[in-house]
């Protein structure tokens, strides 16, 4: 396979067309770990349309957090088809062109036609036209996702794995069999959309033809079509973005995280450190994590975590947090134990690491809908208690305990603690208690097992 192609300068180029044509990007992020790869941009969590126009304010790229895949299918079609036509309108407003960003799941969980489908109509209507094309790029290079040969990749064990056959493609509410993103796409159409009908972009177009031959290809999609981007480096999505420069903006993107820094133009920066997240100094106090995910990886790290020492433990029981009768006293209960306990220490508060599933997918993301909105509970409860810093572990929950825990609207991302992973938020306007409390979005499915005893060390400074 031909090595990637480094165009000098892409970056800068990318940077200076967007702010010539006055571009907006606005990624609506269906959790908020989206912003792994982006540093200095605007988040915003309250689904207002006031805050549309903090985000929108400047030539940049700003989040939207739309907690999407915690939503049945026909509730997230919803939400996205009312940040969508705000967010459009907006941009209509200010005689600015709009490029929408549908981010999800770099391991494909998520409402992907839907959502597209929900993006599409806002556009006719809002604008009167229709999407030329629809980009999917899953890529998300820092935690070993990347696509080749039109099949998409994770990093599993340190050896790449057809994502069909990994443990994401067996979840509970979007599990899925196909690793080719083509299939995968007819897949999720239920068959409305055939393989065949899915366009590519292969590594060799972007590295042998360039540019050119990415633009020429952009040129020849039409009636929203979807279109597969392959890429295993930056270089690849930077060829990609520069392509797109000299065609209309007619695309809508289905992405993880590594496209987004790809179409901004944005240069990466090294990890934080505690200097960068406090200037003036670490405050007195101990810090809160909150570990919500279930995935494997996610209960080795809180395993580590664990062990590596000077966390007081707090277990949420699950099953009692997602049975309505019984949930109230389980919360109290948990409240209680994680306020007395930062009082002498840095505390985990996870869930019972028994999965408690439904008999189908609606079910099953109401069970963890339930328990999501229980911890935050716990979290919001356990602010007079003044944790220093608090962390996130896993989608929903990181989103729960932003928008339920926290009260956070707005917030800026500082940067990620390891290279393009885990983000820290600045918040900007939450719940007086929360603020000036970094906030650490942790992915359930990213980091090795020594992850977050690392994270809460940086943190605790030790």
């Known amino acids: 396979m031909r090595q990637p192609r480094h165009e000098p300068g892409a970056r800068a180029a990318i940077r200076a067309a967007n702010a010539a044509a006055g571009r907006r990007i606005v990624v609506l992020d269906d959790d908020p770990t989206g912003s792994q790869s982006m540093h200095g941009v605007p988040i915003v969590t309250a689904l207002d349309e006031r805050e549309y126009g903090f985000a929108m304010a400047a030539p940049s790229t700003s989040f939207v957090l739309t907690n999407t895949r915690s939503l049945p299918e026909a509730d997230a079609a919803a939400v996205t088809t009312e940040v969508a036509t705000s967010v459009l309108r907006h941009g209509e407003a200010l005689g600015v062109p709009v490029r929408l960003v549908s981010r999800s799941d770099s391991t494909l969980r998520g409402h992907v036609v839907a959502e597209v489908d929900a993006l599409r109509a ?109 890429a295993t480096d930056y270089a690849d999505l930077e060829i990609v973005a520069l392509g797109l420069l000299s065609v209309p903006d007619d695309f809508l993107f289905r992405t993880g995280p590594s496209f987004v820094r790809a179409l901004s133009g944005v240069d990466p920066i090294g990890p934080v450190t505690a200097a960068s997240i406090w200037p003036g100094g670490r ?25 590596r020492g000077a966390l007081a433990a707090v277990e949420l029981d699950a099953a009692a947090v997602a049975d309505p009768d019984r949930a109230p006293a ?82 800026v991302v500082l940067g990620q603690v390891f290279p393009g992973m885990v983000s820290v938020f600045a918040p900007v306007d939450a719940a007086p208690a929360a603020m000036g409390v970094p906030y650490v979005v942790f992915a359930g499915n990213v980091g090795d097992e020594r992850a977050l005893a690392d994270v809460v060390d940086l943190l605790a400074g030790r």
Do not use: C
């Open 122 to 230: 806002v556009r006719r209507r809002v604008t009167g036209r229709d999407y030329r094309g629809v980009l999917l790029v899953p890529a998300y290079f820092e935690a070993g996702r990347f696509t080749e040969g039109d099949v998409h990749w994770a990093m599993v064990g340190g050896r790449p794995v057809p994502v069909g056959g990994t443990e994401f493609a067996r979840d509970a509410t979007f599990g899925y069999s196909s690793s080719d993103l083509r299939e995968f796409v007819a897949e999720r159409s239920g068959g409305t959309i055939a393989a065949a009908d899915v366009g590519s972009v292969s590594l060799d177009d972007i590295r042998v033809g360039g540019p050119e031959r990415v633009a020429d290809i952009l040129r020849g999609v039409s009636d929203g079509r979807f279109v597969v981007v392959n």
């Open 283 to 307: 405050p007195g106090g101990h810090g809160l994590v909150v570990v919500g995910s279930h995935v494997g990886q996610t209960s080795r790290q809180l395993a580590v975590a664990r062990e």
């Open 330 to 411: 389980a919360v109290a209960r948990a409240a209680g134990r994680v306020g007395a306990a930062l009082a002498g220490s840095d505390v985990v508060l996870f869930t019972s690491r028994d999965l408690v599933v439904g008999d189908g997918r609606l079910t099953s993301l109401a069970i963890s809908r339930a328990v999501s909105a229980g911890v935050a509970e716990v979290v919001a409860r356990s602010l007079p208690a003044g944790p220093a810093w608090v962390v996130a572990k896993g989608g929903i929950t990181s989103h729960d305990v932003a928008v339920r825990g926290l009260g956070l609207r707005r917030a």
